[in-house]
């Protein structure tokens, strides 16, 4: 069973904007921390933003005031809102889950995850 599927994944342009959507499976969806993670070439997987079941969000540096995090927990999806974007935001963005607190951005600390969609962005 899938527990996780990305989609909206795609190209746009840089200023542009995209939507990235992520389906859980009902119990994937109950974890603690929803997140969204990206990995650009030949450079390490980094969090982008997180959703804690309390409510509670946090973004990274490089796309807080640009990336919006949301949720709609009667479609058990998670979505990610990007706009503003530019060249370092091509890469390949991932959902992931975590069951226990706290809700963290690194990598090591997401036991589930999501196939992957790619967003291009061209100049």
């Known amino acids: 069973q899938v527990q996780l599927a990305e989609s909206g994944g795609g190209s746009a342009q840089a200023g542009g904007s995209l939507r990235l959507s992520c389906i859980a499976s009902?119990?994937?969806?109950?974890?603690?921390?929803l997140a969204w993670f990206r990995q650009a070439p030949e450079k390490e997987r980094e969090g982008v933003a997180v959703?804690?079941?309390?409510?509670?969000?946090k973004y990274g540096a490089s796309v807080t005031g640009r990336f919006t995090i949301s949720r709609d927990i009667a479609k058990n999806t998670l979505y990610l809102d990007l706009d503003s974007l530019n060249s370092e935001d091509a890469g390949m963005y991932y959902c992931?889950?975590?069951?226990?607190?706290?809700?963290?951005?690194?990598?090591?600390?997401?036991?589930?995850w999501g196939q992957g969609t790619q967003v291009t962005v061209s100049s």
């Open positions: 992931a889950t975590r069951k226990n607190w706290p809700c963290t951005l690194q990598v090591r600390d997401y036991d589930v």
């Open positions: 959703y804690a079941a309390n409510g509670v969000i």
């Open positions: 009902p119990v994937t969806f109950t974890s603690s921390c």
